[in-house]
């Protein structure tokens, strides 16, 4: 029995599904679900350095899902770092949707219809209501875990559910002013209510019937009568800043400082005095380019160090000799020695494995300095 379970255990940890084991071995045990619990509200800086920052997974089957290391991340980050884009004066609340990205649902694709009727779309500023992340602003939805994530659909809220939600709703609202909020939900009405209390709700029955719809787009050209036009072209940029902030906090500032954009979201290139910094891509964060791993470099955020040689491919643990504390699997980052970039890549082990490694891959590099 135990060389079964040790098998198991070894296969999640090779899939990267470690965590989805632990909670479904949880449920059946009151001792694994209160060591679980202990490792969650006790241990999260120990746990969230382990947990990747894209392409993993989150099967949240079970209340514990609400307390996993990446979700807490994301929530904390929404709650207590987030700035909303500056031109937008309405927030909408929209409810979730199965498919990932939301924007692919065919219910987004009529919520989208209807925000574009209102003749200012791009002064609205979007955000989905969901479970176990909380909040997901528009031009998040394609990042990790907002696009990764899997949660039984029911309408109904636990207790948990909704306390995590309100706490993070009156939180977003305080941090983050807006001329009005609109609420275009039904089963989320309640505690949207009790956590926005001057939110104006327009769903009649089901979101996505033709009745919803119209109230919809009114009650968005109502709130935006005398708001001036915002351009798409400015509303782009505004959402590439915010998802660099997510992607390398304060550094996102000093990335987008001074730099344009091209393209259409969301595949946008970002460049400065001709030099391309890097790129938006559909899986929802910037792949840097060489320009861009200089700022990250200056900044000392995102950073591998290596010893004095050029790299020809991909970095192994062997050459590293430290790492910032901010990488993590999946990080963007970039590979210096001496304050010189000598590429840019995505990390494959997290801040403490790089150093204390001496084997298997660290960096796969993306971009190497000529």
Not at 72 to 88: E, G, K, L, N, W
Not at 96 to 106: F, G, H, L, N
Request: hydrophobic share 40%.
């Amino acid at each position: 029995m135990l060389r079964v379970e040790l098998a198991v255990a070894r296969t999640a940890i090779r899939h990267g599904t470690l965590r989805e084991l632990a909670e479904r071995r949880a449920v059946n045990d009151p001792w694994s679900t209160a060591v679980l619990r202990e490792l969650d509200l006790r241990h999260y800086e120990f746990q969230e350095l382990h947990f990747p920052v894209a392409d993993g997974a989150v099967k949240a089957y079970s209340p514990l899902a609400l307390t996993r290391p990446d979700v807490v991340r994301f929530q904390r980050f929404v709650s207590q770092a987030y700035r909303r884009p500056p031109s937008p004066r309405v927030l909408l609340l929209l409810p979730c949707s199965a498919r990932k990205p939301y924007a692919e649902s065919r219910t987004h694709r009529k919520f989208r219809e209807a925000i574009d009727a209102c003749g200012n779309p791009a002064a609205v500023h979007e955000v989905i209501v969901t479970s176990p992340l909380g909040l997901v602003p528009r031009e998040l939805e394609r990042s990790y875990p907002a696009a990764h994530y899997d949660v039984p659909v029911t309408g109904d809220w636990s207790r948990d559910e909704v306390e995590m939600l309100t706490g993070m709703l009156r939180s977003f609202v305080e941090r983050n002013p807006y001329d009005a909020v609109i609420a275009h939900v039904t089963t989320e009405a309640p505690f949207v209510r009790e956590a926005v209390a001057a939110a104006e709700f327009t769903a009649t029955g089901r979101t996505g019937s033709e009745e919803s719809l119209h109230g919809l787009t009114a009650a968005l050209s109502r709130a935006l009568g005398s708001t001036p036009i915002v351009s798409g072209n400015k509303r782009r940029d505004e959402d590439v800043a915010s998802l660099a902030r997510f992607q390398f906090r304060d550094a996102g500032d000093a990335l987008l400082e001074g730099a344009t954009t091209r393209g259409r979201w969301p595949f946008v290139r970002i460049f400065r005095e001709g030099r391309q910094l890097g790129a938006v891509t559909d899986l929802g964060k910037i792949s840097l380019a060489l320009a861009g791993g200089e700022v990250l470099a200056k900044a000392r955020v995102n950073c591998v160090e290596i010893e004095d040689f050029i790299p020809k491919g991909n970095i192994f643990a062997v050459g590293v000799t430290g790492a910032t504390p901010d990488v993590r699997v999946g990080s963007e980052v970039a590979v210096v020695h001496g304050g010189s970039v000598r590429a840019v890549g995505v990390a494959k082990m997290q801040a403490r494995e790089v150093v204390e490694l001496r084997r298997g891959e660290a960096v796969h590099v993306r971009g190497l300095a000529g």
